[in-house]
């Protein structure tokens, strides 16, 4: 018996290695991780439901509160988290009102186009490869001979980010492809038939219901490439790196979807051919006049929709109050649409949302607002399963913790940013300002 038991104790820790040992060899780990992966968030997701998680603002004291343009402001250079604050913004002048109803005469566009030359890419195989399929595919067109194995490592770093930002996907364009690239707020049909009839693919970001990794179908951040357009079936041709190559999109379907991201679009181009994008993009060549008019549409969706499309709007419309540097207003705006979030289903929630939209982070810390900060980032984070490995919410937290004068604590949070984003810029000049090495 006791050579039985000793036998037992000696073979079980050596099987237990050799399992191990097996498990992280790559084939068998390629197959195993992700369902290993899958089953563990299905664990936290059920022990801490994310479209549970709810961010009250403190600052929110009058729900009925209401925003308004600001007469002049002045576009920051980037929506990506900036190194200092010297703002003083000013508060909101008037409440949102609809405008009025154009009449001036568009110029006629063909019934029908179907652009060729963008490459599908698919994101299967990878962990969370939306933005660098996609991107790779609108690259493609221009004549790209990457991939997505060669545009992920670039503007996805750490393979498992929650999120690529638009401006990454720009820079990309521009210092990796040299291309040129535009990326404008509130657009409509018009816009994208306009490029797509003039030779141009127009990448968009939109909000789908996708089963997760967890099993579960919840709201989420897409990119998209559109290539062509079908008046008489009233669908646009769309190349989703999830679903599949040249789906057909109704234009009720886009119009929703892609509210939830403030009509954002991305143009890609020869930079010979820039003249041609900025005569297409009319006024909105002017980035501050482009983000008034995406702040007005913004109000007429709020005048015009109910439930989680009014919640968007709001959050629109605090995004490009926020970008004109109206930051009271902005954070008012942010507000009424987080307000309105408990009254949203559960199974709606756009609980993702802060992962892909940080403008809430700058219109409260511009506006003094730091423990709305604190408690919107640990919120965010909270929803996150797993690995909380969102750069842009340990950022803001850090730059609340130094406002309020906690730095050690912001360097932590700066050097977390840093683990999971390695050389995000803003961490790295913050940690500087600091006198902290990364």
Not at 66 to 85: E, G, I, N, V, Y
Not at 344 to 372: K, L, Q
Request: include cysteine.
């Amino acid at each position: 018996m006791q050579k039985k038991a000793l036998i037992v104790a000696i073979t079980l820790p050596v099987l237990c290695l050799l399992a191990v040992l097996v498990y992280f060899l790559p084939p068998v780990h390629d197959r195993l991780g992700p369902r290993l992966d899958e089953w563990k968030l299905r664990i936290a997701y059920e022990l801490n439901p994310p479209e549970q998680q709810v961010f009250v603002p403190q600052a929110n004291t009058n729900p009925k509160a209401t925003t308004a343009l600001p007469a002049s402001p002045t576009p920051p250079a980037t929506s990506t988290p900036t190194p200092a604050a010297t703002a003083t913004p000013s508060g909101p002048t008037n409440t949102p009102e609809p405008s009025p109803t154009p009449t001036i005469a568009a110029t006629p566009l063909p019934d029908k186009v179907k652009l060729t030359g963008v490459r599908y890419e698919d994101q299967h195989g990878r962990w969370n490869y939306c933005a660098p399929s996609t991107l790779s595919m609108a690259l493609s067109f221009w004549g790209f001979e990457g991939n997505r194995d060669t545009v992920g490592p670039v503007i996805k770093p750490n393979s498992k980010d929650k999120n690529v930002m638009p401006y990454e996907m720009v820079d990309y364009a521009v210092n990796e492809a040299s291309l040129g690239a535009i990326l404008r707020s509130g657009g409509d049909l018009d816009t994208l038939k306009r490029f797509i009839a003039a030779g141009f693919p127009v990448l968009v970001e939109k909000g789908v219901y996708f089963r997760d990794i967890s099993g579960i179908v919840s709201w989420m951040g897409h990119y998209e490439v559109f290539d062509g357009y079908d008046d008489a079936s009233q669908v646009f041709n769309g190349q989703d790196a999830f679903i599949g190559p040249d789906q057909q999109v109704p234009y009720e379907e886009v119009i929703q979807s892609w509210r939830a991201f403030n009509n954002i679009y991305m143009v890609i181009y020869p930079p010979e051919r820039a003249s041609e994008v900025m005569a297409i993009l009319g006024d909105d060549a002017d980035e501050t006049a482009n983000m008034q008019r995406a702040a007005q549409k913004a109000s007429d969706d709020i005048f015009q929709t109910s439930g989680i499309d009014k919640f968007f709007a709001w959050f629109n419309r605090g995004s490009s109050l926020t970008q004109l540097q109206d930051y009271a207003g902005g954070a008012a705006a942010f507000d009424e649409a987080f307000a309105l979030y408990p009254d949203i289903p559960e199974s709606e929630r756009p609980w993702r949302m802060v992962w892909y939209n940080t403008m809430p982070y700058f219109a409260y810390f511009y506006s003094g607002r730091y423990y709305d900060v604190l408690s919107l980032a640990e919120t965010t984070l909270e929803t996150i399963q797993g690995d909380k490995n969102l750069e842009e919410s340990y950022y803001w937290r850090g730059m609340a913790k130094a406002a309020l004068g906690d730095t050690s604590g912001a360097a932590a949070d700066y050097r977390l940013a840093l683990e999971y984003h390695p050389g995000f810029e803003p961490a790295l000049y913050q940690l500087g300002q600091l006198g902290f090495e990364p």
